[in-house]
T-cell receptor
């Protein structure tokens, strides 16, 4: 598949588990993002990486830990989550954050359920 | 920070009719306004966008208008078809492009 690929598509975990979400982009982009999508709420930006450096961290709880080993891969490490963290987690990429290149390309998301 | 409001939250139209979704934003520094379509179980996809130096942009049956003075922008879909049924999100962004502020989404249903 071309574009932005996320795995797994679905994840069920207990509050004491540790799991990781993976995102890979095949577009040659330099910026990658994690968004949280909950019902009836706007898409919430969690983290932004530009050229593998984190540039935004919107007061996300420390139980979410991002990792960007290179410009094509992005991970979200999860530990001791709460039931309210259940949501669709979307990865996105853009060519770079400069005007004209900031269009977001989304992955299909990981539907996370925390029991 | 920026606050984007989107209305209506749900919209049903008959096939062939037009649909209009409206968004307002609070920060006059926002200058890029994309619209995303998310079909059930699928990823959001960009369908059209507009920059603050343009008042209107059209792409076939889809158009977006921007009123900078009033700080609102709208998505217009003409001659709607069942495949237009989806959730539509508006967003606003400033120069850096790192931070997109999204609306809460509009669930559009086109009735055949």
């Amino acid at each position: 598949e071309t574009g932005v690929t996320q795995t797994p598509r679905h994840l069920v975990m207990g509050m004491t588990n540790k799991k990781s979400l993976k995102c890979e982009q095949h577009l040659g982009h330099n910026a990658m993002y994690w968004y949280k999508q909950s019902a009836k709420k706007p898409l919430e930006l969690m983290f932004v990486y530009s050229l593998e450096e984190r540039v935004e961290n919107n007061s996300v709880p420390s139980r979410f830990s991002p990792e960007c080993p290179n410009s094509s891969h992005l991970f979200l490490h999860l530990h001791t989550l709460q039931p309210e963290d259940s949501a669709l987690y979307l990865c996105a990429s853009s060519q770079d954050p400069q005007p004209g290149n900031e269009k977001l390309f989304f992955g299909s998301g990981t539907q996370l359920s925390v029991l | 920070g920026e606050n984007v409001e989107q209305h209506p939250s749900t919209l049903s139209v008959q096939e062939g009719d037009s649909a209009v979704i409206k968004c307002t934003y609070s920060d006059s520094a926002s200058n890029y306004f994309p619209w995303y379509k998310q079909e059930l179980g699928k990823r959001p996809q960009l369908i059209i966008d507009i920059r603050s130096n343009v008042g209107e942009k059209k792409d076939q049956r889809i158009a977006v208008t921007l009123n900078k003075t009033a700080k609102h922008f709208s998505l217009h879909i003409t001659e709607t078809q069942p495949e237009d049924s989806a959730v539509y999100f508006c967003a606003a962004s400033m120069n850096t492009g790192n931070q997109f502020y999204f609306g809460t989404g509009t669930s559009l249903t086109v009735i055949p």
